[in-house]
């Protein structure tokens, strides 16, 4: 039987680009699921390997190291080599290493697998943006796309938590890494047929692998000292040797990168006002976001007695209205009334919520007041996750649209670490300074959970001030060329 071509040929060119979409929102939903999913089965896994209280935060602390460290190099590594390339590898360097880590038998492998999980993850995520960013080049194609990866990103939290109940508890803590295999298997082989590849700058005038190296080592070291400092404390030895150590390694990363003739991350990239203002406010939402997540499960498990899958379904007015947004509704708006007036609006929406939070106590019932801070936080973050992602990309070179990818998520990564660091650590020791002073657990408990909530609401308020200071709404999103790039066309068209 003879075979014609056009059976097996891929999609038009422009279906393909929006199957290729979802293949690489797959990879990203991997990704978000795994920051969410394994907090709810971590009391399991304690109980089944026999974790110490200190050695299970290894469970998350392994994998945000690397995670962190290598997002960066990743997104560079797709500008020099080719962006398909690095996601499908960290595609399945995530899916091999999440089959292991739910084949793990004792602590020790568990912590291993989960670090390599972190490198697999970085991998993908730190080109994602770049891959969509250049697939979708007119403004209203990319404003949807945007809303899908918007969708995915944060309505992946919620998701998480619900299926990390289910899966603990109606099979075992297992399953929340083997069900990443068959995602993965069908990310990777649909984004190989799919997915077009760039033409990357190459690596003909020699790789940076003193940058590379100083780069990976200061970010390796300056999350270490962001996840332990919560356990040794802030101003201990340790943390304030680690982080200066990762400090000046950065110092040392910016002076070769200023001298050397084909850097791992030109410098120009820094001069971007749109990209960094853009990402330092993507820190301080993400790290109330996060903060979000992590106390408010708490809360509702400790102080309210929710089951795992109850806190999944307390979290789905923010999933819900989050959907509902990103069918378009947010795209069309922001076309109407530009990035930044839609992004103002999402970060007091977001503040609001964390603030309605704050005053939840030990009688609070779930509605309206719970119910309506989750329903405003899902709102807020569909009117602001795509805006944010439209501003920080609207001056990228092509060339460099990797990089700016793994910076930004870079940035998302410190601000999630330092933040849900940082706020838990406050929220711990005033609970405690509460117990010391005659209130109940209870009591205490929802008192540390109220200053987390509120100052949640400063880190997005902070954001909201970057915003109003810094950043301007782009006319319309658009990929800027590299400087060489230019010089050619100009040649081009005076041929």
Not at 77 to 82: E, P, Q, S, Y
Not at 385 to 414: C, H, K, R, W
């Amino acid at each position: 039987m003879k075979i014609h071509s056009s059976a097996i040929r891929p999609p038009t060119s422009d279906l393909r680009r929006w199957v290729a979409l979802v293949v690489v929102c797959l990879g990203q939903l991997m990704i978000v699921l795994d920051s969410t999913i394994v907090n709810v089965a971590l009391p399991a896994i304690q109980r089944d390997l026999h974790f110490t209280q200190a050695d299970l935060t290894w469970v998350v602390n392994a994998y945000l190291i690397t995670y962190g460290s290598f997002l960066l190099l990743a997104g560079r590594a797709g500008d020099l080599i080719g962006r398909k390339k690095v996601f499908l590898a960290g595609v399945i360097v995530f899916t091999v290493t999440s089959a292991l880590t739910g084949l793990a038998r004792d602590p020790a492998t568990l912590v291993a697998t989960r670090a390599l999980q972190g490198l697999g993850g970085a991998l993908s995520a730190g080109v994602i943006i770049a891959l969509i960013v250049t697939g979708f080049p007119k403004p209203q194609e990319r404003a949807q796309a945007m809303s899908v990866l918007t969708f995915v990103v944060a309505g992946g939290g919620s998701l998480g938590l619900l299926a990390g109940g289910l899966l603990t508890q109606m099979i075992n803590w297992h399953w929340i890494f083997f069900i990443n295999v068959p995602i993965g298997v069908g990310t990777m082989l649909l984004g190989w047929w799919l997915i077009e590849e760039n033409e990357g700058i190459g690596l003909s005038q020699g790789v940076d692998i003193a940058g590379s190296v100083l780069i990976s080592a200061a970010l390796m070291i300056g999350v270490y000292a962001i996840v332990t400092a919560a356990g040794q404390g802030w101003t201990s030895a340790h943390t304030i040797g680690f982080g200066g150590a990762a400090v000046a390694l950065i110092a040392g990363f910016i002076v070769v990168e200023s001298r050397v003739k084909n850097p791992i991350m030109p410098l120009r990239i820094l001069r971007l006002r749109s990209l960094t203002g853009a990402s330092t406010a993507r820190a301080f939402l993400v790290a109330g976001m996060f903060t979000n997540f992590f106390i408010g499960a708490l809360y509702l498990q400790h102080i309210k007695g929710f089951s795992a899958i109850g806190i999944g379904l307390a979290f789905l007015p923010s999933t819900l209205a989050l959907a509902t947004l990103s069918v378009g509704i947010t795209a069309r708006l922001m076309a109407r009334f530009g990035a930044r007036s839609l992004l103002v609006v999402g970060l007091l929406t977001i503040s609001s919520a964390l603030i309605l939070l704050s005053g939840a106590d030990e009688q609070t019932s779930y509605f309206p007041r719970i119910f309506a801070a989750y329903l405003l936080f899902g709102l807020g973050a569909g009117l602001s996750f795509m805006p944010i992602l439209t501003i920080s990309m609207s001056e990228v070179p092509a060339a460099d649209a990797g990089l700016a990818s793994g910076f930004g998520n870079l940035s998302m990564q410190m601000g999630a670490s330092v933040g849900l660091a940082a706020l838990g650590t406050i929220s711990t020791d005033h609970a405690k300074s509460l117990v010391a002073q005659g209130a109940s657990l209870s009591s205490a408990l929802t008192g540390g959970y109220q200053i987390a909530f509120l100052l949640a609401a400063a880190c997005v308020a902070a954001g909201l001030l970057v915003v109003l200071l810094v950043l301007r709404s782009p006319s319309a999103p658009h990929i800027q060329r590299a400087p060489q790039e230019e010089r050619a066309t100009r040649l081009e068209d005076a041929a």
